[in-house]
């Protein structure tokens, strides 16, 4: 008896994570697919069913287009310059010494700061008049005042940048792994057939890096196409909605009282992440199975 009484004793330890996970995501998640379908907002005193009626009118405004787009462009730069960055980091950085281990860490913090801290300082940063500007004046020999979060064509690529160097950390810590567990017989035998460090690193170590590729890639696309904070710190979606990505423009939709419809956008946003996500993993999972 104690003994069945012990073995139970687990599964209730499981009820008040549960409890908290029904609460703020079953729950919210089963009520979003509800609220979608309804008139709910600021405008209505009650709460009616109006079918599609949201997703035909946000479809025919065209401007949830316009931020789709927006979003799925931002997500590959994301994940292009993460990735990039993480990988050089982890190249230079692959050594087992002191000076490399601290580098490590320094380079690990940005990901455990607020996004929202990150975006207000490389907001400050990239003014006008701000510190880059300053360094580039003092270098040029004369005043530098470039709108680096002006510009409607490249504004969207620097605030990539900035997400992608926020998250660099984790990207460059899961490459390290991937270095770290390769067979040493693999790369002396390369050696030994003469293979040198760039046909080394080529046709030897990157491919046996596509688990950790695999994993850095699915996780800056979805940590991205689900971004707000640094985009919202930066430019708040400007300039001229350049770079209003989805959750900005929910954001945006709902402070204005269209509560049902920024709801239909997020489920609109939930399911273009699994279409967009779901055959990236699958084509890199694939592409493990090949290497």
């Not at 309804?38 to 009616?48: D, I, K, M, Y």
């Not at 065209?62 to 993460?82: D, E, K, N």
Request: glycine share 8%; no cysteine.
């Amino acid at each position: 008896m104690a003994l069945a009484n012990a073995r139970s004793y687990p599964a209730w330890f499981l009820v008040p994570a549960f409890a908290i996970l029904a609460v703020f995501f079953f729950v919210p998640t089963i009520l979003n697919f509800v609220y979608a379908f309804t008139n709910w907002s600021a405008f209505h005193s009650g709460v009616g069913l109006i079918g599609w009626g949201n997703f035909t009118s946000l479809f025919t405004d065209g401007q949830l287009l316009v931020s789709l787009r927006t979003t799925v462009v931002y997500a590959i730069l994301v994940a292009v310059f993460q990735n990039l960055f993480g990988f050089v980091l982890a190249l230079f950085l692959e050594k087992d010494t002191r000076l490399n281990r601290t580098a490590r860490v320094l380079f690990f913090i940005p990901v455990l700061m607020s996004s929202l801290a990150v975006g207000y300082i490389f907001q400050a940063i990239l003014k006008p008049d701000g510190p880059l500007n300053g360094i580039l004046g003092i270098f040029s020999g004369h005043a530098v005042n470039i709108p680096w979060l002006g510009s409607t064509t490249w504004t969207i690529v620097v605030v990539a940048l900035v997400q992608a160097w926020k998250f660099q950390g984790l990207s460059m810590l899961i490459y390290l792994a991937g270095f770290k567990t390769m067979s040493e017989d693999v790369l002396e035998a390369a050696r030994i057939d003469g293979a040198g460090w760039w046909r080394t690193l080529r046709s030897i170590r990157f491919p046996l890096l596509a688990p950790a590729l695999t994993f850095n890639v699915a996780t800056a696309l979805l940590g991205s196409m689900n971004g707000f904070d640094v985009v919202q710190a930066t430019t708040k979606g400007g300039p001229a909605q350049t770079t209003e990505v989805l959750n900005i423009f929910i954001y945006r939709t709902f402070g204005q009282g269209l509560y049902a419809q920024a709801t239909t956008m997020s489920l609109i946003l939930f399911v273009v992440v699994i279409v967009f996500a779901i055959p990236v993993i699958k084509f890199l999972r694939k592409r493990e199975e090949v290497l």
